[in-house]
């Protein structure tokens, strides 16, 4: 995968997470700038998810750890749990605001 590739690929998912929380009108604020999509919650915490472009990998902060994700046969897994992009985020979502979010691609 090439530079621009990854960035569209990336692009999509913030696109996406945006989109299922503009739907369900969630309570926090949420913001995409310079490739970096951050969530702030009522508690003051966060969740920061950016894009490592020479790594070609998917960052995401949460209060309770970090998380790098690797694109394998098309699915973006934590190198370290074996975690779903998606999944993980809609799990830390949860855990921080309260609101049941449940991101995934449409089959």
Known sequence: MNDSEFHQIVDDYFILIETVLDD????FDYETSAGVLKLAFSDR???IINRQEPLHQIWVATKFDGHHFELIEGRWIDNRSG???LTLVSDAI??????NIQIKISE
């Open 94 to 99: 949860v855990r921080q605001s309260g609101e």
């Open 83 to 85: 975690a779903e992009f």
């Open 45 to 47: 915490s966060q969740i």
């Open 24 to 27: 369900a009108m969630v309570d």
